[in-house]
């Protein structure tokens, strides 16, 4: 188990790390260089001129988002909490605060405009909002109390939450390769896209507490067998994923923004 939590935390340190690169070079540069209509490439219908509102919002949303994905995956290095523990609280600030900014970008966006796969894509992700929110309070809640494991508890299902946005776009990519995009259509009104309105973040979730409860010392050995199976192959899986998105998308557009 803890060889392949260590695997598995590896690979979502590099990978979100990337996307979370990406994602402030893709739209920091679009907002920066004035063109927000390059951020309807990625995903249609997310800028127009007449909302100014849920503009704000979704760009609020975005660059908290990169910075929970680069400062979350430190955050989970033990050896930077154990050495360093000053930085460890002050970047813990900044996380939390990102994280409830990132869910209050998102939740603005949908109320001021809707998403672009209407009512169950409006419910699934606003739901993925609310979530978030309720893991940064918990988590801000139990490290004021000191109740440092459940602290970590929700500090995990907080990170598992932060992925998602990136695990989004990985499983459309594993998708559209597999199946050439069936049950996907432009408006994402399609039988699959409903299905990730939730599944980009739900599992993330029952992943996080098959890890948390594989560590308590009454867990099984056939449990914590089945565990380090599930992680082995969600590291397998990333791997693969970073690989392919790195090579295509991720790293022409940070290269570009750093060169």
């Given amino acids: 188990m803890r060889l392949t939590g260590v695997l598995l935390l590896i690979s979502v340190w590099i990978s979100a790390g990337l996307f979370g690169l990406y994602i402030l070079a893709f739209y920091a540069t679009a907002l920066a260089g ?19 509102v849920a503009t704000a919002g979704i760009g609020l949303h975005f660059a908290m988002g990169g910075v929970l994905l680069i400062l ?7 050896s930077v909490r154990v050495r360093y523990p000053a930085f460890h609280r002050w970047a813990g600030r900044v996380y939390l605060t990102a994280s409830l900014l990132a869910a209050v970008g998102g939740l603005v966006f949908i109320v001021a405009k809707g998403t672009i796969g ?4 409006d419910i699934g992700f606003s739901l993925y ?10 988590t801000y809640r139990h490290i004021r109390a000191g ?6 508890a929700w500090a995990l299902r907080l990170y598992a939450l932060a992925i998602g946005s990136w695990l989004y776009r990985m499983d459309y990519g594993f998708w559209y390769l ?3 995009a069936a049950g996907h259509v432009p408006d994402f009104s399609g039988p699959f896209d409903k299905f990730m309105a939730f599944f980009f973040y739900l ?5 996080v507490e098959l890890f948390l409860r594989s560590r308590l010392p009454k867990a099984s050995v056939w449990f914590r067998l089945l565990s380090a199976f599930v992680l082995l192959f969600l590291t397998v899986f990333l791997l693969i994923g970073t690989y392919f998105f790195t090579k295509f998308y991720w790293g022409p557009a940070i290269l570009e923004w750093l060169f």
Avoid: C, F
């Fill in 178 to 180: 597999l199946t050439n």
């Fill in 118 to 121: 209407g009512t169950v894509m």
């Fill in 34 to 52: 004035g063109n927000l209509e390059k951020w309807n490439k990625i995903l249609p219908g997310l800028y127009s001129k007449d909302t100014a």
């Fill in 129 to 138: 909002g609310v979530l978030m929110l309720l893991a940064a309070v918990q």
């Fill in 72 to 78: 979350g995956s430190i955050q989970l290095i033990e």
């Fill in 203 to 207: 599992p993330n979730l029952l992943v």
């Fill in 147 to 152: 109740r440092v494991e459940k602290h970590r």
